[in-house]
């Protein structure tokens, strides 16, 4: 059983460009979250979302991300007109509840930096 | 939410315990207690969590005060993998398992 995918595990924007961080879950899984680690910093809740619906945003910044779960498909966050504050980690993790014992499995991340 | 106290960091040697400490003075009587670790430039990885009993499992015991105010997790013969952060979460019952990442403890293994 495939563990949790993210690709690209690397990507390089300039400043003003898109970014687009694709999260595939474990099979079987239909629940996924969003972190995000900035440079000597700790891991940060961003976004909760099952499918075709986002149930927690609270972490995310106001402007410029976005993400989503479509019924088919790999989760996508979706960062615009990236800034060098953006540069970070970002690792995306699947559970197959959602409930509190669950397990969460997180991705190897995406690792952002920003030009 | 409740919070966590860990210290900075631990040091152990190579196939010794090693016994990371929690502090939740705070914790409600529905309220998880989660670890995870983060190896570097890796993501999180589950270890183990309870709620009021001891528990183990292949990778750790975590041990749980009586009043729930403190826990222990306990890798019982440290490798030079188990050097990473140790996070220590609390997660209401309630909840759907948001979790919210402190500094953790820096495991450092000596050989």
Redesign the interface.
Do not use: M, N
């Given at each position: 059983n495939a563990g949790?995918m993210q690709n690209p595990r690397h990507l390089v924007r300039r400043r003003g460009q898109e970014a687009r961080l694709r999260c595939s879950p474990m099979k079987g899984h239909s629940?996924v979250?969003w972190?995000r680690q900035l440079p000597e910093e700790?891991?940060?809740?961003m976004v909760?979302l099952q499918k075709e619906n986002i149930?927690?945003e609270s972490g995310m910044p106001k402007e410029r991300f976005s993400a989503e779960f479509p019924k088919e498909g790999p989760s996508i966050l979706r960062i615009q007109q990236v800034v060098r504050g953006d540069s970070a980690a970002y690792?995306c993790?699947s559970?197959r509840t959602?409930?509190?014992?669950?397990?969460?499995?997180?991705?190897?991340?995406t690792r952002l930096t920003v030009l | 939410d409740a919070k966590t106290t860990q210290p900075n960091s631990m040091e152990s040697n190579e196939e010794e315990p090693v016994h990371l400490p929690c502090n939740h003075s705070t914790i409600s009587g529905t309220d998880y207690i989660h670890w995870y670790r983060q190896l570097p430039s890796q993501g999180p990885e589950y270890v183990i969590h309870g709620l009021t009993s001891n528990v183990n499992n292949r990778m750790a015991s975590l041990a749980i005060a009586e009043d729930r105010k403190s826990s222990t997790l306990i890798l019982h013969r440290a490798t030079l993998r188990d050097a990473a952060v140790y996070y220590c979460i609390l997660i209401r019952a309630d909840s759907w398992g948001k979790l919210q990442f402190g500094a953790g403890t820096q495991v450092v293994v000596t050989p």
């Open positions: 949790v629940h979250y972190y700790g891991l940060k809740f909760y149930i927690d690792f993790a559970s959602g409930g509190t014992t669950d397990t969460q499995y997180f991705g190897p991340g | -």
